[in-house]
Nanobody, 122 residues
Framework: HVQLVESGGGSVQVGGSLRLSCVAS????????MGWFRQIPDKEREGVAG???????SYADSVKGRFTISKDNDKNILYLQMNTPQPDDTAAYYC?????????????????WGRGTQVTVS
């Protein structure tokens, strides 16, 4: 069981940039399927970006070309680089990890979750 703690959220201007971090403990992330989700009030949590144990990535259409997911297996940290954010990107962002195959957003939903970090774009 892996514990996850997100950080790096805050307020950012349209067109700026922000990097979210998710520090993992209790296990090494190298073998996990991991991802970032976001949620706004009264809406379902939606997948933003995912990365599998081999480092292959996937993105929601709404963030392709703007957000980049990456991980540092040695430091046990997952990242989400957010470039040119838009007001629609305002949400609470959560990281998730699961030892699941295939590595996709549906599989991650039943994994371990952090408590989230708020991002506000204006």
């Amino acid at each position: 069981h892996v514990q996850l703690v997100e950080s790096g959220g805050g307020s950012v201007q349209v067109g700026g940039s922000l990097r979210l971090s998710c520090v993992a403990s209790g296990d090494t992330i190298g073998r996990y399927c991991m991802g970032w989700f976001r949620q706004i009030p009264d809406k379902e949590r939606e997948g933003v970006a995912g990365i599998d144990s081999a480092g292959d990535t996937s993105y929601a259409d709404s963030v392709k070309g703007r957000f980049t997911i990456s991980k540092d297996n040695d430091k046990n940290i997952l990242y989400l680089q957010m470039n040119t954010p838009q007001p629609d990107d305002t949400a609470a962002y959560y990281c998730a990890a699961h030892n699941v195959y295939p590595c996709d957003f549906e599989g991650l939903k039943s994994g371990c979750w952090g408590r989230g970090t708020q991002v506000t774009v204006s």
